[in-house]
């Protein structure tokens, strides 16, 4: 993936040009951040993790690989969604994946950049721009 990134930032943070190509990846929108403090080009609830397991996780620690497992096995059953994501990726490069949860290292965002990250390895997407 030559030329491209997927950057995983948390939403409150503030957006800087670095970020690229800006995507929520929540399916619920976060408490507090109106649609201009969250500059997002781009909303995808329909990548997040399903209620169910969202709610089953609950962000807990001892919990992070059996969720991560069973979140890899939705993104699998989803490939309209994972696709067009990685159309997104080829087209502007550098994606910022955004996400409210407060810890950075556990949360569906790490997850979801892996996965992309493990299918683009076996399956390199094309960078349009070159």
Do not use: C
């Not at 649609?35 to 781009?42: I, T, Y």
Request: glycine fraction near 6%; aromatic fraction near 8%; hydrophobic fraction near 40%.
């Amino acid at each position: 993936m030559v030329g491209m990134s997927i950057i995983v930032k948390r939403i409150y943070d503030p957006p800087e040009p670095s970020d690229g190509y800006r995507v929520l990846v929540d399916r619920l929108w976060p408490r507090g951040m109106s649609k201009q403090r969250a500059s997002l080009d781009l909303w995808m609830k329909n990548i997040a993790p399903s209620p169910g397991l969202r709610k089953w996780f609950g962000h807990d620690p001892s919990r992070f690989d059996e969720f991560a497992e069973r979140y890899r096995a939705e993104l699998d059953a989803n490939a309209e969604a994972v696709g067009a994501l990685r159309d997104i990726i080829t087209t502007h490069g550098t994606v910022t994946l955004l996400y409210a949860a407060k810890d950075s290292l556990i949360n569906h965002a790490v997850v979801l950049r892996d996965y992309l990250n493990d299918v683009n390895a076996e399956n390199p997407l094309r960078n349009s721009r070159s």
